[in-house]
């Protein structure tokens, strides 16, 4: 007979996510405790910010000039790996490992890996366009809440039609409305606009890659 273990295991794709950003948290720990013969290695965190963090006048300015160069260009889906503190990324990886998880069990990888691409993106877009904004953005939380977006979308789907679908968004209201507490009390810029913007786009674009998609939404509502 065979049993099921306490937990159940990861899809790999998240497992694909996670790790980078995990890998590097224990690079940057190493770093600062001076275990490492490196001097400049109680900065390897701010070094890697500079090298991988999406940058609104770098975008601006290549633009600008009709010149790309790759390694510029790719800081628009690099910038989801390097957080800016050990707790940013503790929130970040929690919350993909647990959100991944569930979206990853019924969409396909590639579905999983678009939503969060495609929602680091916009997310970094839309950052761009905020007046006089020229701060860098990194950090997971763009990508991530494409994914409660996409999670949004499965649990918006299975209450269609019960009249209770408002209660698929509970999740998304209480994570920005902790986060807008925390800006007004300590401070911050305009990240949670990219964050918005992210989970928007995971919600949307689940519509077109999730299993059944928008067809599975209609069933729904035909069978209440």
Do not use: C
Not at 136 to 157: C, D, K, Q, R, S
């Amino acid at each position: 007979m065979q049993h099921d273990g306490p937990i159940n295991p990861l899809p790999w794709v998240v497992w694909l996510l996670a790790l980078p950003m995990i890998a590097l948290e224990v690079v940057f720990a190493l770093g600062q405790t001076g275990l490492t013969s490196s001097p400049a290695a109680v900065g390897w965190r701010i070094q890697a910010i500079q090298e991988f963090a999406y940058s609104p006048a770098i975008l601006k300015a290549m633009a600008a000039l009709g010149d790309w160069p790759p390694r510029q260009v790719a800081r628009i889906v690099t910038y989801p790996f390097v957080q800016g503190s050990f707790t940013q990324a503790l929130f970040g990886v929690v919350i993909l490992l647990a959100l991944g998880k569930m979206v990853a069990e019924v969409f396909r990888p590639w579905s999983v890996l678009v939503v969060f691409f495609a929602s680091a993106i916009v997310g970094a877009l839309v950052f761009t366009l905020i007046p006089g904004n020229v701060l860098p953005l990194f950090g997971a939380y763009p990508a991530v809440y494409g994914l409660i977006g996409a999670f949004t979308f499965l649990l918006w789907g299975r209450l269609a039609g019960s009249g209770t679908q408002y209660r698929a968004f509970s999740l998304i209201g209480l994570l920005m409305g902790v986060q807008l507490l925390f800006a007004a009390l300590f401070g911050g810029g305009w990240e949670w606009v990219a964050d918005l913007a992210g989970f928007a786009t995971g919600f949307l674009l689940s519509f077109v890659v999730s299993p059944g998609g928008w067809n599975r939404v209609i069933t729904r509502l035909r069978q209440r």
